[in-house]
Nanobody
Framework: QVQLVESGGGLVQAGGSLRLSCTGS????????MAWYRRRAPDNQRELVA????????TYADSVKGRFTISRDSAKTLLNLEMNNLKPDDTAVYYC?????????WGQGTQVTVSS
């Protein structure tokens, strides 16, 4: 049974930083693209934030490019998202999953709130 658990969210002022982590059980982070997603109010649509591809290449949504950094420790089944210069628009629940996502892998997410 696969379980992904996100952590590291919190309340931060605009311009601040947070580091999110995702740990996995029953899944390997090797040989697969892993990604961070988020859901923002009010539409609550899940959007792709950052991907680390099988070969190590990294891609980002335009809205976070230059501010967020995704990294992976495959041996530890750990996925991180370093978020700097946070903006109120980054307020969301953040999730990790494969890219493309697997429906039954979604965890509870971690809430990030950025105050202005």
């Amino acid at each position: 049974q696969v379980q992904l658990v996100e952590s590291g969210g919190g309340l931060v002022q605009a311009g601040g930083s947070l580091r999110l982590s995702c740990t996995g059980s029953g899944i390997t982070f090797r040989y697969t693209a892993m990604a961070w997603y988020r859901r923002r109010a009010p539409d609550n649509q899940r959007e792709l934030v950052a991907t680390i591809h099988n070969g190590g290449a990294k891609t980002y949504a335009d809205s976070v490019k230059g501010r967020f950094t995704i990294s992976r420790d495959s041996a530890k089944t750990l996925l991180n998202l370093e978020m700097n210069n946070l903006k109120p628009d980054d307020t969301a629940v953040y999730y990790c999953n494969r890219n493309p996502p697997v429906a039954h892998y979604w965890g509870q997410g971690t809430q990030v709130t950025v105050s202005s």
